[in-house]
């Protein structure tokens, strides 16, 4: 089961584990996106509308996809959004938003999935963060926030989790050639900009990192930082992590003068 699927990391997910040959179901808010992956894939791929704000919307999912299958083996909790822009302009709305669906959403699939495969004995848990989740910058507070949770939570339970049978995994990557690099943005923001300025202006392919994932889930890895200069920002942050903040407080100067102009 793969949330946020309509799209993005989503739909390379399911990509990838329709080759892998598992039967897969496609879920996102919107559902015609949602069915729209589904409908690429082979005849093993099912759709449905999720909002994975909704607690009890996810456990019927999970629930669905037991009575069906007799088991959940890989639960994806994707589904994830983006602020972008001076936090002071951030509304507690867009706050709220934000908490709900990166770090509820989660929480969300996490409640309904992990009894389950701790009663079958078996199941891995993957679960999307970012390099926001293991560095922090400005300009996307709330998004930091939320992934740092979010690794934080896989760590904590992946330590619960893997001696009783049942695998955990959080995928950080940097950016990644999805359409949440142009959204969200809050005053002047420009988010690609943002995003790619560590990256050489290139974003790293979703279904590239989908494969990565698979991979990871078949070692059974904690964590997926990708591309190979997320691993060396994230082992820079741990060794010296006073000077990437300094560093980061001058990228973010930087930024904001970048977007004044435009």
Not at 91 to 99: G, R, Y
């Amino acid at each position: 089961m793969v949330t946020g699927a309509g799209s993005g990391i989503g739909a390379a997910l399911c990509r990838a584990l329709d080759l892998a040959g598992a039967q897969v179901l496609c879920t996102d808010i919107d559902g015609d996106a949602a069915n729209q992956t589904a409908s690429s894939l082979s005849s093993r791929a099912t759709a449905a509308r999720l909002d994975v704000t909704d607690a009890g919307a996810v456990q019927a999912a999970v629930d669905g996809v037991v009575e069906r299958a007799g088991r959940l083996d890989l639960m994806f909790n994707n589904a994830g959004i983006v602020w972008g822009g001076d936090t002071e302009l951030l509304t507690l709305d867009q706050w709220n938003a934000i908490i709900d669906v990166n770090l509820r959403g989660v929480v969300h699939g996490v409640a309904a999935a992990y009894p389950q495969m701790l009663r079958q004995g078996h199941g891995h848990i993957v679960n999307t963060a970012s390099m926001a989740g293991l560095t922090a910058a400005g300009q996307v507070t709330s998004y930091v926030a939320t992934k740092h949770a979010v690794v934080g939570l896989s760590m904590a339970l992946r330590s619960e989790a893997v001696p009783r049978g049942v695998g955990v995994t959080v995928v950080c990557p940097a950016a990644v050639e999805t359409p949440i690099l142009d959204k969200g943005a809050v005053g002047g923001f420009v988010g690609r900009d943002y995003f790619l300025q560590n990256q050489g202006g290139k974003a790293y392919d979703a279904d590239r990192l989908a494969r990565d994932t698979l991979r990871a889930v078949e070692r059974n890895k904690a964590i997926v930082v990708k591309p190979a200069v997320a691993q060396a920002q994230w082992w820079f942050a741990r060794l010296a992590p006073g000077l990437m903040n300094r560093m980061a407080m001058r990228f973010v100067t930087g930024q904001r003068d970048r977007q004044a102009v435009r």
